[in-house]
């Protein structure tokens, strides 16, 4: 049910239907005493643990079902296709959104927690640990996948972020940037109080743009970098697969996030926060 606003007050411009939540202390020491910080740390590592394992089987396995040596000569009309590992990606932030953001904000990617830092909406400590989570979480997460499909695993790239063949550098680093930054962009518009006043009448479930994000992205970038927007998920299968170009790309996999996320923040901070309109 929703808070009663007066409407008298608005119309003289003298108050607000919503509140902004005060930024966060940059460091915060106090927050390592409290329980719901390492609670919201679990979150953010099984989530990404789940995140990682359910999306790298689906490549290992699309890339199985569409190998002709091992499938036959109808393998190329097989498999999930790209579209179906854009799904699992996307599907799989829908549903860890969902069942994390109210435990930890369902950030499970540094690059979301970084910009979120640079928006002031969480503190250094708990970026930081939220950042080692994910990333320990992610490594888990492959190495599962590896335990139970070792044989496919090391045949098929172990899902790992490389620069696509045919594509430059640059090209990869100019797609992790833009990803990264329709992904955070997302959530900032998805999270922002003052736009969930105004259109409070239209309600919506923030992981759902959220999730359809990254599925778009993946469809866009998938034959440019695998798809990466996600530093941890690239340095998992990274860690995991241990191949020299996994190696050797891995900084466009954080550079590339990093920055996006960071333009993401300043241009939503700066230019489109949203304004509630003033009811008449």
Not at 84 to 108: D, E, N, Q
Not at 246 to 263: E, K, L, N, T, Y
Request: aromatic share 10%.
């Amino acid at each position: 049910m929703g808070k009663e606003v007066d409407v008298g007050a608005l119309e003289a411009g003298g108050a607000r239907d919503y509140s902004d939540p005060p930024p966060a202390p940059l460091v915060d020491v106090d927050e390592l005493g409290k329980w719901s910080l390492y609670r919201a740390v679990i979150a953010e590592f099984v989530a990404t643990l789940l995140f990682l394992y359910i999306t790298v089987s689906t490549v290992i396995g699309y890339k199985h079902q569409t190998d002709a040596s091992a499938s036959g000569p109808d393998a190329a009309c097989g498999g999930v296709g790209i579209l179906g590992i854009a799904w699992a990606f996307g599907g799989m932030i829908f549903v860890l959104v969902y069942c994390t953001a109210g435990i930890s904000g369902g950030h499970i990617n540094p690059a979301v927690t970084f910009g979120l830092f640079l928006a002031r909406r969480v503190s250094l400590v708990r970026a930081l640990l939220y950042m080692a989570a994910q990333c320990l979480g992610a490594v888990c997460g492959v190495g599962l996948v590896k335990g139970f499909q070792s044989g496919l695993y090391a045949r098929h790239g172990g899902g790992a972020n490389e620069v696509g063949a045919g594509y430059s550098v640059g090209a990869g680093l100019a797609a992790e940037i833009v990803g990264t930054f329709v992904l955070v962009y997302t959530v900032f518009s998805a999270t922002d109080s003052k736009r969930n006043a105004r259109d409070s009448h239209v309600p919506v479930l923030a992981p759902l743009p959220i999730g359809f994000a990254v599925f778009m992205v993946h469809l866009a970038t998938i034959p440019i970098t695998g798809t990466g927007i996600n530093p941890a998920r690239s340095l998992g299968a990274a860690v995991i697969y241990n191949g020299d170009k996994a190696w050797s790309d891995q900084w466009i996999f954080w550079v590339g996030p990093f920055i996006g996320a960071a333009i993401a923040a300043l241009y939503h901070q700066t230019i489109l926060r949203a304004v509630p309109e003033q009811r008449k």
